[in-house]
């Protein structure tokens, strides 16, 4: 099935069609055309690329039945996994625990915040878990999509919550990250947060 969407996708975006009639006459009374993928000029309602696909049948087993994949029991293991180590990660930032919240960040870790800073590698946001005026905060929407056996894209949102005399109390943020399993182990590899109003 998902060689059919990832087909049925490939083939929607892949075959542009001009649907104007042949001969169309634009105001000046010159025949208007449209270009091809190559580049050369093709009359309006050519098709300029064709792709054709087929459903492919699922595999079948020694004895003719349906085999199914094992992927969907794999995908809430680790869908719980990295989940509790991203709160694990949120809470020894929030308590500072710098050491703790290292051992969660792969040595090429890069965050770009939402404080128009740019990217932050992992030493520089290290340096900043000290400073953090993080008081509370609350994190939900989680969503896992595997990359392969060892990338994960997840994805959630966060409600902060900054001391009571903070200039902006609240703040609600989307957040990006992919994390990969390295040595056995897995380590956010890419942070990236999005303010929501």
């Not at 694990?88 to 308590?95: P, V």
């Not at 740019?118 to 509370?136: I, M, P, Q, T």
């Not at 902060?160 to 609240?170: E, G, I, S, T």
Request: aromatic content about 12%.
């Amino acid at each position: 099935m998902r060689n059919f969407l990832i087909c049925a996708c490939a083939g929607i975006a892949l075959v542009p069609f001009q649907f104007a009639p042949n001969g169309y006459r634009a105001g000046g009374g010159e025949t208007q055309k449209g270009f091809s993928l190559n580049g050369s000029p093709q009359p309006v309602g050519t098709p300029q690329a064709h792709v054709s696909f087929a459903l492919q049948a699922p595999p079948k087993g020694k004895n003719g039945e349906t085999r199914h994949s094992t992927n969907g029991s794999a995908q809430p293991d680790l869908k719980q996994t990295l989940e509790s180590k991203v709160r694990a990660e949120w809470s020894a930032f929030k308590n500072k625990d710098k050491r703790a919240y290292s051992e969660f960040l792969a040595d090429d870790f890069v965050a770009v915040e939402a404080d128009n800073q740019g990217e932050r590698n992992k030493w520089h946001v290290l340096r900043e878990v000290e400073s953090s005026v993080v008081y509370d905060y609350m994190l939900a929407v989680f969503r896992v999509v595997p990359l392969g056996p060892d990338a994960a894209f997840i994805t959630y949102e966060a409600s902060l919550q900054f001391p009571p005399k903070a200039q902006v109390r609240f703040e609600r943020i989307y957040i990006g990250e992919v994390w990969v399993k390295r040595g056995g182990q897995w380590k956010a590899l890419h942070y990236q947060e999005t303010r929501v109003r």
